[in-house]
């Protein structure tokens, strides 16, 4: 006879302060880099690891449309995003970190409106780049993955929603071609439903099979999970078995069947989150 069996769900959640906050002077933010390609700095700034903005470069392996970052912006199969939002009148393709024209409805941020400071400053923290901290020490709170930059919902851009909940193409923020992922809006590593701001995290159904049980999560692509049992739902909790990582991209739900978990007593269960 077997045992009896308890379940719980006990979540893991990632709270994140929000502060995003802009320093106006002169009608510019106080930026080091001025402009995505500084014309005095010879090598460049942001072009230094990410190429001319009117070519295909990325670090991460992205594919543009027509091979140029410059049309996915602006192109009206893509973004379509005013070109005021972006630059400054005789810039010459070479954007604006912190200012730009902007339009009669949509005040001029730059690249800023979408790639708010705080959070690709993290991101970068993230990859090994801290040139910033001179200027900018961490720690910098960054408004979470769910809170539209400035520029997002506006008539001036398609780019509607920080959240790529559904891999779904030329939708909320990615243009990009076939990945389905969009930007890592406030720098902790983790793609939109990846982030637990954006994507639901939730044991749904621990089922009895045979001798084994098969609990079964709702979580997202790009998460690392475990799953983990203990006798007592205060403590005591440990993985049983290596932790996995989610395929996909956006919201999934997926499961683990725990090999002779039904003869090992009263077990309580959670997800957890492996970063």
């Avoid at 979470?144 to 400035?150: A, T």
């Avoid at 078995?241 to 996909?248: K, Q, R, V």
Wanted: glycine share 12%.
């Amino acid at each position: 006879m077997k045992n009896h069996i308890r379940f719980t769900a006990v979540g893991s959640w990632l709270a994140l302060g929000a502060a995003l906050a802009f320093w106006l002077g002169s009608g510019r933010h106080s930026l080091a880099y001025e402009r995505y390609k500084n014309p005095s700095s010879g090598a460049g700034n942001c072009s230094t690891c990410h190429g001319a903005f009117t070519d295909g470069t990325s670090l991460k392996g992205t594919v543009f449309p027509s091979n140029s970052k410059h049309t996915m912006h602006n192109a009206s199969t893509s973004m379509a995003t005013a070109c005021n939002l972006c630059h400054t009148s005789g810039d010459n393709r070479n954007p604006y970190l912190g200012s730009s024209t902007g339009t009669t409805s949509t005040p001029g941020l730059g690249c800023a409106g979408c790639h708010v400071g705080p959070g690709l400053r993290n991101h970068h923290r993230l990859k090994g780049v801290t040139i910033c901290d001179d200027c900018h020490p961490p720690p910098e709170a960054s408004d979470p993955e769910n809170v539209k930059p400035p520029y997002y919902g506006t008539a001036d851009t398609k780019c509607d929603h920080p959240e790529n909940l559904v891999p779904v193409a030329n939708t909320n923020e990615n243009w990009s071609v076939g990945d389905f992922i969009g930007l890592d809006n406030d720098g902790n590593g983790l793609y939109d439903a990846a982030d637990f701001a954006c994507g639901p995290y939730q044991l749904v159904s621990p089922a009895v099979v045979g001798n084994d049980i098969r609990i079964t999560w709702i979580t997202a692509g790009g998460r690392r999970d475990a799953v983990q049992a203990s006798a007592s739902p205060t403590g005591g909790f440990t993985n049983v078995a290596s932790p996995l990582t989610i395929a996909g991209v956006g919201i999934i739900t997926t499961n683990y069947l725990e090999a002779g978990g039904a003869l090992k007593g009263t077990r309580f269960y959670r997800i957890s989150y492996q970063p």
